[in-house]
């Protein structure tokens, strides 16, 4: 699989018409992605493990998408082999009153993964340059000086923002992969009307969501001008075609690989004297009756 036909190139104007969300590459069923899905869990895991005991890299993942894309379906089965202990997900939701006390970044910074651990984003600060700027109403409850809120180049300067502090990550060793999944209007519809018609997925719908597909047009506008104004050489954002979920979930996979074997991960070397130790340790162990 080319990822590279994901990848929303930088400093470029984006046009999401160009990128089918039926796409399924060179599949020619659902049989050969889940096996490949499959091997690609595995090898997720080996990496993660490197990258646990190695505890100088961390990754930082995030999904954005429209409602019913798939994100929860796609964390749960791309990260399904992941060891608990070097995996964190966090899913944004409304910000809470401490949250609106402080700058729109600072609960996603409480939240970075650790080094040597993947830290997932389900949603994140994109919020702020998206359902935001959609409902542009929302800045009156985010307590900043008029002067900001009423800034016409508010959006403008939040990517520069975002740039910036991604940039910070990544020159730290948090290396950021964005992943907006891309499904259609169509296929959204159906899978609400799925969830309406199923009772244990009633649960997983709103009156709301049904109301915010109004705003469709709006929506691919302000995805389309965020993804084409912050997506960087070091933190790409890749629009992941996601009318099919199990190609959704193979492409991320693919992607996630890819950036993990890049990073030349390795299990830590010991010195003499580690070695030395570990000798004295099995000659104890070996001398037990």
């Not at 600060?125 to 809120?149: A, G």
């Not at 244990?200 to 719908?205: L, Q, R």
Request: with cysteine.
């Amino acid at each position: 699989m080319n990822i590279e036909n994901f990848r929303v190139p930088e400093s470029k104007k984006l046009n999401l018409k160009n990128h089918p969300t039926d796409y399924t590459g060179d599949y020619a069923d659902k049989k050969e992605a889940v096996e490949n899905l499959r091997k690609n869990v595995e090898r997720l895991a080996e990496l993660q493990d490197v990258l646990y005991a190695q505890n100088t890299h961390a990754l930082l993942l995030i999904f954005q998408a429209m409602d019913a894309a798939g994100k929860d379906g796609a964390i749960k089965h791309v990260m399904s082999g992941l060891n608990p202990q070097g995996c964190e997900v966090t899913s944004f939701k409304q910000p809470s009153s401490e949250e609106l006390d402080h700058d729109y970044l600072w609960r996603s910074m409480r939240r970075l993964p650790e080094r040597g651990r993947i830290g997932i984003f389900n949603r994140s600060y994109y919020e702020e340059v998206l359902v935001v700027r959609v409902h542009p109403e929302i800045l009156r409850f985010q307590q900043m000086p008029d002067k900001l809120e009423n800034d016409r180049n508010i959006w403008k300067k939040r990517f520069a923002q975002i740039r910036n502090f991604e940039t910070y990550l990544t020159e730290n060793g948090i290396h950021v992969l964005k992943f907006f999944l891309d499904v259609s209007r169509e296929e959204q519809k159906n899978r609400f009307l799925a969830r309406i018609e199923t009772p244990e997925k009633n649960w997983k719908f709103s009156a709301g969501d049904a109301k915010e597909r109004a705003f469709w047009n709006e929506y691919m506008q302000a995805y389309t001008d965020a993804l084409q104004n912050t997506s960087t050489k070091d933190a790409p954002w890749y629009v992941v075609p996601a009318d099919k979920k199990w190609f959704t979930r193979v492409a991320v996979s693919e992607i996630i690989i890819k950036k993990m074997e890049s990073l030349d991960l390795q299990y830590p070397k010991i010195n003499d004297a580690q070695r030395q130790s570990l000798a004295e340790a099995k000659k104890i162990l070996e001398s037990e009756p």
